[in-house]
């Protein structure tokens, strides 16, 4: 028992039951009793070695006595096991790779079961992330799995960015859980931690060498995964050119410095078979949940009019060696890996950003408090002086305004005057047309009235010379007749 995992604790093989580390004082340096002191003198304290003070600190010395009994104290792992069981255990997988690799399939292979998806197109603008998190139940074991997706990956014209919704994604679950921890009440024992364990890439199977988009992706998830490389429906190339593949994938990966996740050799039970695994790497697999007699076994393979390619037959493909690795031998080992290696990198440098720091300029202990103090007083320096440099923008700004207003206010007044004087010469103008238009008036009336008085002078004139002349006939009336 090494505090990580507790190998076939409840009768099945492969490690089943995830068991954290012990909380407490680092266990002390063994070294055999003390002999008993020469000659008279008071005897030694009970409980406590040669040379050891009543005020020295526990742990700085210790010794190994036998027990008289059972104590019961080596049930510990059994409730371990039992506590994790009750609790059950969470795996995320994110499944990396061009749209029709078979990346749903081989997820409904892997499990022995149907997962609910949507299929992907070809006609994606970018790329998105599809989570969809399952419970699952074997024997008494619970398991709430998480499958993450990337729709539409490599299917865009321009692949420059395909990978950062990627690792914007695995960022964003590693800060959830960052945010969770450092809350004041946490409750991390009910959290469902979506932080990706296992990211498993798929690589299509052209036969000639990694595309830049696959090597460019894994060097950006490297450092924040765990990265697992298939090759995907490796029936589509031949043995000899599966190999060949095989090789120039590791010598690529290797010359571009991209570290892949390494099957760990430092459990004896298992250091055997995940050496031998490793060289195995990247594994060739096949996904298939159709069912089709064999002899007489129903076994999972894919029918070609050329023959029958079974799943489960390792002479076929690598599925059975991915599903012995990723879930009956190192799913634990992925879990550790994630919070002890990749987690605790994020963390680091997030609150290195903060100002946290293990040690101060002096090389002394770290103190919360004091880093807390100076990161606060230097927020409050930096806004204050934010302040002040807003303050006098704005004050700079106003007068700025201030001096446009006064400069449109000039040339409104300036303006003003301009049409004020245009006005009253047209005004004046104006004035002086009517007054001559009354003048003409004027002179009309006076022209119309004398015209009407002759007019009606000569009437009187002409009327009266018709009477006389009615008049002269009547007394003469010889001048009818002529």
């Not at 700025?400 to 004046?428: G, I, P, S, T, Y």
Request: glycine share 8%; hydrophobic share 30%.
């Amino acid at each position: 028992m090494n505090g990580r995992t507790s190998r076939r604790a409840l009768g099945v093989p492969g490690p089943l039951v995830s068991l954290p580390p012990a909380v407490g004082p680092r266990p002390c340096a063994q070294r055999p009793p003390s002999p008993p002191p020469a000659g008279p003198g008071p005897p030694a304290e009970e409980g406590r070695g040669d040379g050891v003070s009543p005020g020295q600190e526990a742990g700085e010395g210790c010794r190994t006595v036998p027990l008289a009994g059972h104590v019961g104290f080596d049930s510990l792992p059994d409730q371990l096991v039992n506590k994790s069981v009750s609790q059950g255990f969470c795996f995320n997988i994110l499944c990396v790779g061009e749209t029709g690799l078979g990346k749903s399939t081989l997820m409904d292979t892997l499990f022995n079961t149907k997962f609910e998806g949507e299929p992907a197109t070809h006609t994606q603008p970018g790329v998105q992330l599809r989570s969809n998190t399952y419970d699952l139940q074997e024997s008494n074991v619970g398991l709430k799995l998480t499958i993450v997706s990337t729709v539409g990956f490599g299917d865009q014209i321009n692949k420059e960015d395909s990978y950062k919704p990627i690792v914007e994604f695995i960022d964003a679950q590693f800060e959830a859980y960052l945010q969770e921890e450092l809350k004041i009440r946490r409750v991390l024992h009910t959290y469902h931690d979506s932080r990706i364990h296992a990211c498993l890439y798929f690589i299509a199977p052209t036969g000639h060498s990694l595309k830049s988009l696959d090597l460019v992706t894994m060097k950006k998830l490297d450092s924040k995964v765990n990265i697992i490389p298939i090759i995907a429906k490796s029936d589509a190339i031949s043995k000899s050119e599966l190999t060949k593949f095989k090789i120039k994938i590791t010598s690529e990966l290797v010359s571009n410095g991209v570290q892949i996740y390494q099957f760990p050799t430092d459990d004896e039970s298992v250091a055997e078979i995940n050496g031998t695994m490793n060289a195995h790497l990247p594994f060739a697999v096949i996904g298939s949940t159709e069912e089709l007699k064999i002899g007489n076994k129903m076994m999972k393979a894919r029918q070609y009019p050329w023959g029958t390619v079974q799943v489960e037959n390792e002479a076929h493909c690598d599925f059975v060696k991915l599903r012995e690795m990723l879930i009956r031998v190192n799913m634990e080992d992925l879990r550790e890996q994630t919070h002890s290696r990749h987690y605790e990198l994020y963390r680091r440098c997030k609150l290195e950003e903060m100002g946290f720091k293990d040690t101060d300029p002096d090389s002394k202990p770290f103190s919360l408090q004091e880093t807390y103090e100076a990161k606060r007083n230097e927020f409050l320096g930096e806004l204050q002086k934010k302040e002040e440099e807003m303050r006098q923008m704005f004050v700079q700004r106003v007068k700025e305004k201030e001096a446009e207003l006064k400069e449109a206010e000039k040339e409104l007044h300036e303006k003003f005057d301009r049409l004020k004087k245009l006005h009253q010469d047209e005004k004046k103008k104006l004035e002086d047309k009517k007054k001559s238009l009354d003048d003409e008036v004027n002179a009309f009336k006076q022209r119309k009235t004398a015209a009407e008085l002759l007019q009606s002078q000569g009437s009187q004139a002409g009327g009266s010379q018709t009477l006389k002349r009615d008049k002269e006939k009547k007394n003469n009336p010889w001048l009818c007749t002529e």
